[in-house]
């Protein structure tokens, strides 16, 4: 079983960063793809894949984020993070963590997610 912990969400205002984590436990972070969603209306809503790094540290983005966002992880810490830069009111949303041991949409593991909110 692995539990997904995220924090670093708050609220700021449009062109800001932020820098979520997600410590993971129960498996070390080499053994699983991880990765970052986000849904607009927690709990309703379209939920939307934003970054994925595998076990091997490959990354992939969705495109609206892409070159503002960067997902990464340290291993030593079984953490992952996600930088996000020059944020929009559009990338407000409740931001979730998964782990799963392939990367896919329907990613197992989650955390029970940290909010972001961006005024404009």
């Known amino acids: 079983q692995v539990s997904l912990v995220e924090s670093g969400g708050g609220s700021v205002q449009a062109g800001g960063s932020l820098r979520l984590s997600c410590e993971a436990s129960?498996?070390?972070?080499?053994?699983?793809?991880m990765g970052w969603f986000r849904q607009a209306l927690p709990g309703k809503g379209h939920e939307e894949g934003i970054a994925t790094i595998d076990s091997r540290g490959g990354t992939t983005y969705k495109e609206s984020v892409r070159g503002r966002f960067t997902i990464s992880k340290d291993n030593t810490k079984n953490t992952m993070y996600l930088q996000m830069n020059n944020l929009k009111p559009e990338d407000s949303a409740m931001y979730y963590c998964a782990a799963d041991t392939s990367c896919h949409p329907y990613m197992v593991y989650r955390g029970k997610g940290t909010l972001v909110t961006i005024s404009s």
């Open positions: 129960g498996s070390t972070l080499n053994n699983l793809c």
